[in-house]
């Protein structure tokens, strides 16, 4: 055999062991479920948005935006994750209470390979009054 197939074939079976040597693609954050759930109704206004996603995201550069019934932008909190396990919640604490009404909340998070997702849902707030 040639020396430069002799090459050509260990050069071959080098890059098939790395390939297969190699971990696998990691999946960007997605959104497993919200606190309150993506469109439904709580009969009193949360203290929080709660957001678990698919792998820990990267705090300082997420960003989580309520917006009310009239489309006026909610006051949040900074971001935090609430508890210290790696299923913890992103947590955006409500400083005031929400009316009744429909929300929409609104989040940008990057993954743990720095690409940014986004999404959305709303909810709806019914109080007594």
Same mark, same amino acid.
């Given at each position: 055999?040639?020396?430069?197939?002799?090459?050509? /074939?260990?050069?071959?079976? &080098?890059?098939?062991? /790395?390939?297969?040597?190699?971990?696998?693609?990691?999946?960007?954050?997605?959104?497993?479920?919200?606190?309150?759930?993506?469109?439904?109704?709580?009969?009193?206004?949360?203290? /929080?948005?709660?957001?678990w996603?698919?792998e820990?995201?990267?705090?300082?550069?997420?960003?989580?935006?309520?917006? *009310?019934?009239?489309?006026?932008? &909610?006051?949040?909190? #900074?971001?935090?994750?609430? *508890?210290t396990?790696?299923?913890? #919640?992103?947590?955006?604490?409500?400083?005031? #209470?929400? &009316?009744?009404?429909?929300?929409?909340?609104?989040w940008? &998070? /990057?993954?743990?390979?720095?690409?940014?997702?986004?999404?959305?849902?709303?909810?709806?707030v019914?109080?007594?009054h």
């Amino acid at each position: 055999m040639p020396a430069f197939a002799i090459r050509a /074939a260990l050069a071959a079976s &080098v890059c098939a062991v /790395a390939i297969a040597a190699s971990p696998p693609a990691r999946f960007h954050a997605r959104l497993l479920k919200s606190e309150p759930i993506a469109d439904g109704t709580v009969a009193a206004s949360p203290l /929080a948005i709660r957001l678990w996603f698919s792998e820990r995201v990267e705090l300082g550069v997420s960003s989580v935006k309520v917006t *009310g019934p009239a489309g006026a932008a &909610v006051k949040t909190g #900074p971001l935090s994750y609430d *508890g210290t396990g790696d299923n913890a #919640p992103v947590k955006a604490p409500l400083p005031a #209470p929400l &009316v009744s009404g429909k929300y929409r909340v609104n989040w940008v &998070v /990057a993954s743990s390979d720095g690409h940014p997702v986004k999404g959305e849902f709303a909810f709806t707030v019914k109080t007594g009054h």
